[in-house]
């Protein structure tokens, strides 16, 4: 055996699920060189590059997953988060501007807590009139890197169409060209475009409710969650 198949091979593994599906699979810390890509896509600060690394790491270090893209941004949130604590460190400390005294405030969270925020009462049938109603899906990571960091809830919509049901048929997302979907997007009542556009923003995130203290000695609340927050 060599040294590397050894360094492979005594490298170790941890069990853990893919929060959508419940299903338990195991993953390993990423190495260096996975690490160093990591650290480009961050240097270049654009959400559709960061999203392609973290899919890059999930794939190479999460066993069951093929491909990564296809999942929803949450599962593939909760699978990095996992594999960096272990790959890193169990806690990250980013930095943000205190809402109440406008401060730069470094706050540390605790990977070990993290925890998917379900929406309640999410209805992907979206009824338009008595005759026509849109089935959507699931926003994917896929979504968000074809749209690029210009993403509209216009065009995100648009992607999620999933079928459109009339009174006699049903057509399939698939058979409807993207300008046509986003077309049906424009054409809507405003009752309607809300009741898509909860469905496409109101998804499920990775959050961490953490505390920190301002300079005036107050302790107060903050809940981090997507994965610009995580990625640190």
Known sequence: ????????ETTPK?????????????????NVR??????????EEKESVILKA????VEKCVEDVETAETMS???????????RSKSVSETIHPTFTCP??????????DLNQIEINEPENQNPVIEINESLSLIMRNPTVMDYIILGDETTTDQLAAFCIDKVKTTDEVYEGSEISKQEKIEIIENLT???????????TNQPRVVAN?????????????????FKDFFV
């Open 190 to 200: 405003a009752k309607a475009y809300n009741k898509i556009e909860k469905f496409v």
């Open 54 to 57: 973290l899919c890059e790491i």
């Open 1 to 8: 055996m060599s040294i590397i198949d050894l360094i492979k």
């Open 100 to 109: 109440h005294t406008e401060e730069q405030v470094k706050i540390e969270v």
């Open 14 to 30: 941890y069990e853990t699920i893919i929060p959508s599906t419940g299903e338990k699979t195991f993953f390993r810390p990423f």
């Open 73 to 83: 941004v949450s599962d593939l949130e909760y699978l990095f988060c996992k594999v």
């Open 34 to 43: 996975e690490q160093k890509n990591l650290l480009l896509a961050e240097q």
């Open 210 to 226: 953490c505390k920190y203290r301002t300079s005036d000695g107050k302790i107060r609340d903050i809940r981090v969650s997507g």
